[in-house]
């Protein structure tokens, strides 16, 4: 959807390197999501923030950091402590008795 | 918390028969089920979505079944194309749509 943004759409990392994906979205939307997907698999849940100032862990959140200071915006951070980061990101949002949406996603690897 | 069920993993079709893909939930508390197509590379998008006050419902060619009691819900797409082979993935949510729980997916491959 064009509502959410995705950025960079690739992205390398260093051995001990924090990096940073950006999700931003103008829908107006309450709820934002992050989904890591390894190759051939489902969607795992890593951090969900259903307000401003607010998020919880999902599945798989070691690893991850996340902040939600305004509405539009909910960046990922994949620390140094994911010792295994290569997958496909996914940022998602959705409002009260929506669906999600998605964005297109960045393929995080490492080098 | 919910666990969402997929089946089959992969399915091969030939073009211009149906393919059923079926999904099982635990919580009784969801309310809402979305069906998401991914091709490859490309990002999960709404292709049906139903929910508990409705037993099915139909989109040209797709169609999906819920049986509340039974906790399960089914994608029907009829007239298979090869546009249809991608990934296909069900979920479930128990609260206004968020907090999205989703199956791990079926690889649909539809064979000219």
């Known amino acids: 959807d064009g509502g959410i943004t995705q950025s960079p759409k690739y992205l390398f990392r260093k051995e001990g390197q924090n990096v940073t994906l950006s999700c931003e979205q103008n829908?107006?939307?309450?709820?934002m999501y992050w989904y890591r997907q390894d190759p051939g698999q489902g969607l795992r849940l890593i951090y969900y923030?259903?307000?401003?100032?607010?998020?919880q862990k999902g599945d798989i959140a070691e690893g991850y950091s996340v902040s939600r200071e305004k509405k539009e915006s909910f960046p990922l951070t994949v620390t140094s402590a994911q010792k295994n980061p290569t997958a496909f990101y996914l940022c998602?949002?959705?409002?009260?008795?929506?669906?999600?949406?998605f964005g297109d996603g960045t393929r995080l690897s490492i080098l | 918390g919910e666990n969402v069920e997929q089946h089959p993993s992969t399915l091969s079709v030939q073009e211009g028969d149906s393919a059923v893909i079926k999904c099982t939930y635990s919580?009784?508390?969801?309310?809402?089920f979305p069906w998401y197509k991914q091709e490859l590379g490309k990002r999960p998008q709404l292709i049906i979505d139903?929910?508990?006050?409705?037993g099915e419902k139909k989109d040209q060619r797709i169609a999906v079944t819920l049986n509340k009691t039974a906790k399960h819900f089914s994608l029907h797409i009829t007239e298979t194309q090869p546009e249809d082979s991608a990934v296909y993935f069900c979920?479930?949510?128990?609260?206004?749509?968020?907090?999205?729980?989703f199956g791990p997916g079926t690889r649909l491959s539809v064979l000219p």
């Open positions: 829908l107006n939307h309450d709820a």
């Open positions: 979920a479930a949510s128990s609260y206004y749509g968020q907090n999205f729980v």
């Open positions: 923030s259903q307000i401003v100032n607010d998020f």
């Open positions: 919580d009784s508390a969801s309310n809402y």
């Open positions: 998602a949002s959705s409002i009260e008795d929506q669906p999600q949406h």
């Open positions: 139903i929910r508990s006050n409705v």
